[in-house]
């Protein structure tokens, strides 16, 4: 962990602490995440942590660009890191399908196998939620393994349907809403994140692991999803 | 006796319910929201003596918007002119007015600028969702029927106060809409040092213009092609006003409704300040952008804040 602070805006400052994607940076950031929330106080406007940074927006009418670096320098200035253990872990239940998931076939073809084995690779290990971005509830996920990540699709869609669980490289997220999107689609999951994340309760926070597993198109159902398949549309 | 109203006879491409935006819950992916020219709008809630934070409307384009009045309200109107008429007959910006029962408010192009602001007594009434009654369509966060839509023909507008003051806007502080050549002060970030010297020196000694790809989520630039030594980033939360350099070398000024963390390189930021003004600019208005220091902006920024501590 090496600390530096950038300006990033106006009132807006870039706390930065790492340089490459790392599951181990994770308890150091939600270290900071909290020490920076009760440092600041109501001088914060908003605080968004990713995989190495953490961007602070504060209030100019109540901080000096100075006293806000030097309120970031003392809050950190003793950081421990966080207990990760404490992060929640997450079963996503996921209708793996061509027709939920349509790069499936693509997807495992570049990786020289078959798509239950991408489905079972998809499911074997377990992810860490490394930021919330792009849509409310969005979770940035990952490392999926080297030997099926994927780079995203040259054209994105122009409508991914909510719920589309994807990779990209080597990360992997469900959209949460219908949205564009350029991620390679595996399935499906009815988990509703978008409602969650309504309510201000996200249900996947930086520092949650997840682990997916593949469930029949009844089950699916069962659980309210939506079958209708992804119409390829440029 | 049922409550005053207004009626959407005809919708117009956008008109939104909005207020200064979404704060606290960056960290959940949602975006800011809030009107884009907060300037105006704050302006709109002054002129009734409203709290500067309560919910208006922000009309873009105009586009024959048309509201009716069941019921007599003052309101008070900022930002753009739209050659905006009462009952046919002209109505300027800047001003509050009173709307008498049957009376028609028709909102038509835009003449100077490109968001107007429509403030009701006490703020519109409207579903408070996260903190705030900003709309944002992408999200489906906000509005009449909490799905982030725009207005549309037959629904009608409440207001939550029925009191009002009726201030004037001294003449002196009438905020002027940007014209072409208008300057947009830019706080430099920490990857401005990752441009080429050439792409830096372009970046603030020629004009930008603003390309007909914009809106609430972004405005894109079209000038010289800028480089340099980094193509892509490690994604991390953005700031409002954020100049990002995707590979085609054009910058996308990212505006209340952007992603909240993205991988581009960016120059820096545009200041609140400008960014208000940036979201009255036409397609082909010629821009300019000056670097400024965070200190010099801030001081700017509470000298603007300062005009409303009147109440």
């Known amino acids: ?234 | 006796m049922s409550q005053a109203a207004l009626e959407i006879k005809q919708a117009g491409p956008l008109a939104l319910i909005q207020d200064a935006g979404r704060f606290g819950v960056g960290h959940l992916g949602v975006t800011q929201g809030g009107a884009a020219d907060w300037i105006a709008f704050y302006w709109a809630n002054w002129l009734l003596g409203n709290p500067l934070n309560s919910p208006a409307l922000e009309i873009v384009m105009g586009g024959g918007l048309t509201l009716e009045a069941h019921g007599e309200v003052r309101l008070a109107l900022t930002g753009a002119d739209l050659a905006a008429t009462l009952d046919g007959q002209p109505l300027a910006p800047n001003a509050s007015f009173i709307l008498r029962s049957g009376q028609q408010l028709v909102f038509q192009q835009p003449r100077h600028g490109l968001r107007a602001y429509l403030a009701f007594p006490g703020g519109l009434d409207a579903p408070r969702v996260l903190g705030s009654h900003a709309c944002t369509a992408r999200e489906q966060l906000g509005g009449l029927q909490e799905d982030g839509q725009p207005l549309k023909a037959g629904e009608r507008l409440t207001w939550q106060g029925n009191t009002h003051e009726a201030r004037k806007l001294p003449e002196h502080l009438v905020p002027s809409m940007p014209t072409s050549g208008c300057r947009l002060p830019l706080v430099l970030g920490s990857q401005a040092a990752s441009f080429s010297g050439s792409s830096l020196f372009k970046a603030f000694n020629t004009p930008w213009q603003v390309d007909n790809r914009a809106d609430r989520m972004g405005v894109r630039l079209t000038g010289p092609v800028l480089n340099g030594s980094l193509t892509g980033i490690i994604s991390e939360g953005i700031p409002l006003g954020a100049v990002q350099v995707p590979p085609d070398g054009q910058p996308i000024v990212l505006m209340n409704d952007r992603q909240t963390i993205g991988g581009y390189p960016r120059l820096g930021a545009l200041t609140p300040s400008a960014c208000a003004a940036l979201a009255q600019c036409l397609p082909g208005t010629e821009v300019w952008l000056t670097p400024i220091s965070a200190s010099h902006a801030q001081a700017d920024y509470r000298r603007q804040h300062a005009q409303w501590a009147t109440d």
């Open chain 1, 1 to 234: 962990m090496k600390l530096r602070i950038e300006t990033a805006g106006m009132e807006a400052l870039m706390v930065r602490l790492f340089d490459t994607i790392d599951v181990a940076n994770m308890a150091w950031v939600l270290a900071a995440d909290q020490a920076l929330r009760e440092a600041f106080g109501d001088a914060l406007i908003d605080l968004v942590p990713s995989y190495t940074t953490l961007l602070l927006h504060y209030d100019c009418r109540k901080l000096s660009h100075a006293e806000a670096q030097a309120c970031i320098r003392h809050a950190l200035s003793d950081l421990t890191p966080a207990d990760t253990q404490q992060g929640q872990r997450h079963d996503i239940p996921v209708w793996y399908d061509e027709s939920v998931g349509p790069d499936l076939s693509r997807v495992a073809t570049r990786a020289g196998i078959s798509i239950a084995q991408l489905i079972e690779q998809h499911c074997q290990d377990e992810y860490c939620v490394f930021a919330l971005g792009f849509a409310p509830g969005y979770g940035f996920m990952g490392l999926v393994d080297d030997a099926i990540a994927t780079p995203r699709l040259t054209t994105p869609r122009r409508h991914v349907a909510a719920g589309s669980v994807g990779i990209a490289d080597r990360q992997t997220a469900i959209y949460p809403l219908p949205s564009p999107g350029g991620w390679n689609l595996l399935g499906r999951t009815a988990v509703p994140l978008f409602e969650h994340a309504k309510r201000g309760e996200p249900l996947l926070r930086p520092g949650d692991s997840v682990r997916f597993r593949a469930i029949s198109r009844e089950e699916f159902e069962a659980q309210g999803g939506d079958t209708t398949p992804m119409e390829e549309r440029s």
